[in-house]
């Protein structure tokens, strides 16, 4: 005899990180990376400022090794970047994930970070999460459009006219990689100090006791 639904037992893990985000997170993490240290490698050869990265954080041995680099990361950050993005739009991840966010809730959410009690659940994101997100991936446009009006400044000239120039999408694309090293920072510390959050995004799944009413199916 089947039993109720309401009577049947719930499996003691829920759902809450979907394949295609648990993947499209890995892709993007591990070519965001590789980016990051072959761009610093490209960065040492004609610097922006008066310093520059220790070879032993870069990736590429040379400007031309760096560049091979950099650019197969590039493919494959904007193509997975594209189904990432397509994928949270037209499944409603985005909406359901991101919004509603409001500048009060934002406010209110800072706060409570700064007395720590940062709120935080599984399958769930708090205000602060919403909002470096969203930043994340409007830095990961600009880090695309930028690199492009450098790699092909005549082809892209339109582009690389509204950034000021190649001098100006350097400036744009340096400023821009910063913002998501900062917030891989930010990320991995944050994993550090609340390390159940990282067992889900290879499993999908978290015990209920921590996941969100609202996790995603």
């Not at 809450?16 to 993947?23: D, E, F, Q, S, W």
């Not at 409001?102 to 399958?123: D, K, M, Y």
């Amino acid at each position: 005899m089947q039993a109720d639904s309401d009577t049947a037992p719930q499996s003691p893990r829920a759902a809450i990180h979907p394949l295609t985000v648990r993947i499209g997170h890995w892709i993007n993490a591990f070519a965001i990376v590789i980016m990051i240290l072959s761009g610093w490698r490209i960065y040492n050869a004609s610097p922006l400022f008066r310093f520059e990265f220790p070879d032993g954080l870069t990736l590429g041995g040379w400007l031309a090794g760096a560049l091979q680099w950099h650019f197969a990361a590039m493919w494959l950050l904007a193509i997975n970047g594209v189904v990432y993005v397509l994928y949270g739009i037209f499944s409603g991840h985005y909406r359901r994930s991101f919004f509603p966010l409001s500048p009060r809730v934002i406010v209110r959410e800072f706060a409570n970070t700064w007395r720590g009690r940062l709120s935080h659940q599984l399958g769930s994101y708090n205000a602060i999460q919403k909002l470096a997100y969203l930043i994340v991936i409007l830095l990961g446009v600009v880090l695309v459009l930028s690199g492009l009006s450098m790699w092909k400044p005549v082809q892209f000239q339109g582009l690389a006219a509204l950034m000021g120039g190649y001098d100006g999408a350097r400036l744009v694309h340096f400023f821009a990689m910063a913002g998501v090293v900062g917030f891989f920072v930010i990320h991995v510390t944050l994993v550090i100090l609340v390390p159940r959050t990282l067992l889900p995004m290879f499993t999908g799944r978290a015990p209920r006791a921590h996941a969100s009413p609202n996790s995603e199916p």
